[in-house]
C-alpha cells in the first residue's frame, strides 16, 4: 500500500489537536454512545444474535472505524441494513457460519481498499440502492409484529410472505400489554424531536418503559410483559477472541453472503461518508474508510460480533453535537464499553415489545417512501431496477437483489450507450464547417471522390454498437465502392469486440479488393490498435490523423486503381 491509498484521518486530526477540541469530541462521543445504545442492542436481537453482540460489535468495530477510517466523523457499528442478511446467515449456517462470512467480507473490503475501488462503488445506480434499502426497511418492519403484538409463535417462517401469514393465524394471541408497550414506545420516539434534539427518543422510551414494564411485572402480577432477560443471559463483559476453522468448502458456500456483506458494507459507510462531507466540508478517503471497514469486519466476528458498517443516523448525531475529528468517535465506543460493563445486566428488563417499536422507527426513517415515491416518475429502465430490487429483497432475499439488479442495470446501461451511438455514411461531400479533428480549411465542404465510402462512428464502439455497424455497412454497402474511410475522431474508447469487428472488416475488404483508411483516431483507441497490430494489416500510413489526409490518401488509391 502506497502513502496515498491508506490515509487514516485520526492521524491528520491529532497533527492539529486542541484542548477545544476534545472538548467538543467528548460531548460529542458521550451522547453518540447514548444514541447507539439502544440501536446496538435492538440491532444485535433482530440480528439473531444476543444483545450484548450489538454492543460488542459497536464497542469495538466503533473503535477501528474511528481508529483507522478515511473519514473525520464517521461512527461505524451495526446498522439496520443487515438485520436481515445476518438472521438468514443464521438461520441456514450458525453463528460460526455468520462469523466466516464477516471475515471474509472484511477481506473482500480491505481489497477492495487496497486496489482503490472506493470510488468505483459510488457508481452503483442509485435505484439499486434505493431498492434494496426500502426492501431491507419493509423486512425489518414485517420481522419485529411478533414483538409488537406478543404473538404466541413457536417458530417464525423465514421468507415474506409466509411470515405474514402466520401472523394472520395468530392474531388471536395477542397480547395487550406488549401492544401498548409497543404503541406508547412509537409515539415516545416520535414526538421527542419536538421537545430535545440532544436526547435520543430511542432512550427516552427504553428507560420509561422499562420502568413501567419492571413496576407491572414486579409489583402489579402481570407476568406476560416479555422481556430481553426472558430471551437471553446477558453476558455483561467482552470475550476473548475465538479463532475460527476456514476451509475451502465453507468459503465457497458462504462466499455469495460474504459478498453481499461487503457490498453493503462499502455503499452504506461511503454514503454515510459522502453525506458527512456535505455537512462538513470535509473530504473523506474513500479507499482509507474501505480498509478500516475491511479491518473491523475481520476482528469483530472473532469476538462474536455481528458485520460493522458506517451508520448514517449515528453519524449525523455526531456532526450535530460538536464532532469533528475520529477521536469522538473512539469515545463513543468508550461509552458503550463502560455502559455493557457496568450497566449491562440491567438490559434484561428491558421489553422486547419496546425494542420491536424502535426498530419500527428504524424501518420507517430507512424506507425512503418519499424518495421511492419521487423514482417512479423517472424513465421506466430506472423504474424497473427499482422495482426488481425492491421486491426481490422482500421476496427472496438481498443477495439475489444486487446481484439481479446490478446485472439488469448494466443491460439498461448498455441499451442506452448504445442508443447514443450513432452511424453514419457519406459518398457525396463533407461539411467541414464544424470539423474539429483537423486545422480549419478555407472550404466549406470536402469533395468525396468517386468509389470512396465514409463512415463515421459517433460514440462508444463497443460490443453494444458493434452489430450496428456492420448493418449499416451492409445496408449502404456499394459495388463500386474502392475506398472505405472511417471516422473515429468522436470515438473515445473501443473494446475488444469493436476491434475484433474492425479487424473483421479490414479482412473482408480486402477479399473484396477494398482498402480500409481510418481517420481521426484519439491516442488511446490509436494504442489499442497498435498493440493489436492492426497497423500491420491495415498498413501504418493509412491511420490518418484528420479526414483531410484520409480523402487525399483515398483519392490517390482511386486514383492508382483505375490506372
Known sequence: MNKYTFQPKLITALKTYSKEKFISDLMAGIIVGIVALPLAIAFGIASGVSPEKGLITAII????????????????????AFIVIVYGIIQNFGIEGLAIATVVAGILLVLMGVFKLGTVIKFIPYPIVVGFTSGIALTIFTTQMKDLFGLQMEKVP??????????????????????????????IIAVTPKFSRKIPGSLISIIVMTIIAFILRNYLGISSIETIGDRFTINASLPRPEGLSFNIETINLLLPSAFTIAMLGAIE?????????GVTGDKHNSNTELIAQGAANIVVPLFG??????????????????????????????????????LGPLTKHIPMACLAGVLIIVSYN????????????????????LLVTFFLTV???????????????????????????????TKNSINLSEETEMPMMDDEKLIVPDGVEVYEIDGPFFFGIANKFDSVMQRTGDNKTKVRIIRMRKVPFMDSTGLHNLESLVRLSRAEHIQ????????????????????????????????????????????????
Not at 405474514?164 to 401498548?180: D, P, R
Not at 459507510?269 to 462531507?277: G, N, P, R
Not at 430507512?366 to 431496477?385: C, H, I, Y
Not at 483516431?521 to 501504418?540: E, F, Q, S, W, Y
Request: glycine share 10%.
Open 269 to 277: 459507510s461511503l454514503l454515510s461518508a459522502t453525506v458527512a462531507d
Open 395 to 425: 421476496i427472496f432475499d438481498l443477495t439475489i437483489a444486487i446481484e439481479i439488479g446490478l446485472l439488469i442495470a448494466m443491460f439498461i446501461f448498455m441499451k442506452r450507450v448504445s442508443e447514443t451511438t450513432k452511424v453514419s455514411v
Open 305 to 342: 460480533g455481528i458485520p460493522v458498517t458506517g451508520a448514517i443516523a449515528r453519524t449525523m448525531t455526531n456532526i450535530n453535537n460538536g464532532g469533528r475529528t475520529p477521536v469522538a468517535g473512539i469515545i463513543h465506543a468508550v461509552v458503550l464499553l463502560l455502559i455493557l460493563l457496568f
Open 158 to 187: 423465514a421468507d415474506f410472505i409466509s411470515k405474514w401469514g402466520a401472523y394472520f393465524e395468530s392474531i388471536h394471541t395477542i397480547n395487550w400489554w406488549a401492544l401498548l408497550i409497543g404503541i406508547v414506545s412509537i409515539v
Open 516 to 563: 480500409v483508411i481510418l481517420s481521426g483516431v484519439n491516442p488511446d483507441v490509436r494504442k489499442m490498435l497498435l498493440n493489436a497490430g492492426l497497423d500491420k494489416t491495415i498498413g501504418i500510413e493509412n491511420i490518418c490523423s484528420n479526414i483531410n489526409e484520409a480523402i487525399n490518401k483515398a483519392a490517390n488509391f482511386v486514383k492508382y486503381s483505375a490506372s
Open 61 to 80: 468495530g466503533g473503535f477501528i472505524v474511528s481508529f483507522l477510517g478515511g473519514s473525520s466523523v464517521q461512527i461505524g457499528g451495526p446498522t439496520g
Open 366 to 385: 430507512m424506507s425512503e417512501w418519499r424518495t421511492f415515491r419521487s423514482l417512479l416518475k423517472n424513465p421506466k429502465g430506472d423504474v424497473a431496477v
